[in-house]
């Protein structure tokens, strides 16, 4: 019986060997699809229907993927249904395929290094490089290729030190801006042959021209089907007043958006990494979301900042302002998301308490601009008013 039994275990051994050598086989290979992937799609000339087949067959292989390295579909499930959400109701599926392909390349990389810790892994960076190179033979090609690197090696090493939410997705968001400076340093390179503060200035410039051309021709084109004089010199202006105010906030919206594209990033990689019971309590002080007084007291500032400092003369400050706002504003609608949903907890069951949590979560996602400011005025407000309960109980104490 006891070799039997040794025999059964040495069998189980062997298969769950095969196993995890199929699994980091396949992990490897995604993310060398995955990364290649990302250049193709957009330096390739493709149809409309082959570049939406290959943009969902991407979003499928990543779920996929993802929940072979979790080895549950549970694990990631949520995940599962916002892709799927947007494939159904985002319309064109070529950008939703890109941000699929680089979340599910930064989690698997970074699953590969942490948790299988591949030697192999190292190298499907350079296979995806190569690859690029033959296809393109462009700098901008193979930085898009490894544009997911940094955020999963700043993603491993979070892990690594089980920072905090907070401390994790500015590590990752950190990882994804060197990405944006990185092509865009290729961009001015390649444009004007030198990579300087006024070589930047001009491609900024021209893109910015360009977008206005591009918006003034889309609004002319709208008016003639609808049968409006759409050329009037007003909607002129305002279109020019609407793309500058749009490139004064663009720092500010690129990190917010890295911001965004952290959070989730994060969460998915401990959705694959810690499955078990006891992973899962591993993963407890990485889960706190626990924003600092300081960010809420200079969102305050900041607010009041944007509102004060409009002239002429000071416009640039309020713009610094309006930045410093749109950077924190995210982090601060979750603390008041949460602290909503504690309250409703605390009093009980309540449909009412319910119907205001799901109202406001509606109004964010229509981008109202009250909503954000005033949510995140809330969440502002609760962080500095935790901190001074905190304070008390320590005195008290």
């Known amino acids: 019986m006891k070799r039997e039994d040794k025999s059964i275990q040495s069998q189980k051994r062997i298969s769950d060997q095969a196993q995890g050598v199929m699994q980091t086989a396949l992990c490897c290979l995604f ?125 491993a090493y979070s892990a690594n030190k089980q920072l905090g939410r907070v401390s994790a997705v500015c590590y990752v968001s950190a990882g994804i801006c060197l990405s944006v400076v990185a092509l865009f340093a290729s961009a001015v390179y390649s444009t004007y042959g030198e990579i300087s503060i006024q070589s930047s200035k001009a491609l900024i410039e021209a893109v910015r021209e360009q977008l206005t051309v591009l918006l003034g021709s889309a609004t002319e084109e709208i008016g003639s089907i609808i049968g409006y004089d759409l050329t009037s010199t007003d909607i002129k202006n305002t279109i020019e007043l609407t793309v500058s105010s749009l490139f004064n906030l663009l720092p500010a919206l690129i990190i ?62 309020g713009t610094a302002a309006e930045n410093l706002l749109l950077v924190l504003a995210p982090g601060l609608i979750l603390t008041a998301l949460a602290g909503i949903r504690a309250l409703n907890a605390k009093k009980g069951p309540s449909c009412f308490g319910t119907l205001i949590y799901f109202a406001i979560i509606f109004m964010l996602v229509s981008l109202s601009p009250f909503a954000i400011i005033g949510v995140s005025l809330l969440g502002a407000i609760l962080i500095i008013a935790a901190h001074i309960t905190r304070k008390k109980s320590e005195k008290s104490n």
């Open 31 to 155: 993310y060398a699809l995955a990364s290649v992937y990302i250049p193709v799609s957009l330096f390739v000339p493709m149809g409309e229907f082959a570049s939406a087949a290959l943009a969902l067959g991407v979003c499928v292989l990543g779920i996929f993927v993802l929940a072979l390295a979790a080895r549950s579909f549970h694990a990631i499930i949520t995940y599962a249904i916002i892709v799927g959400l947007f494939v159904i109701l985002g319309g064109i599926l070529a950008p939703i395929g890109l941000i699929s392909a680089f979340i599910s390349s930064a989690c698997i990389f970074a699953f590969l290094i942490f948790k299988k810790k591949s030697p192999f892994a190292w190298g499907m960076p350079l296979i995806a490089v190569a690859i690029s190179f033959l296809l393109f033979n462009s700098v901008s090609a193979a930085i898009l290729c490894v544009s997911a690197l940094p955020c999963s090696l700043l993603l």
């Open 256 to 317: 917010t958006f890295a911001n965004i594209m952290a959070y989730v990033i994060h969460s998915l990689f401990l959705s694959i990494n810690y499955v078990t019971i006891e992973e899962k309590k591993q993963a407890i002080p990485m889960l706190t979301f626990d924003m600092s007084i300081y960010s809420a007291i200079i969102y305050i500032v900041s607010l009041v900042l944007s509102f004060v400092l409009v002239s002429e003369n000071t416009a640039i400050y």
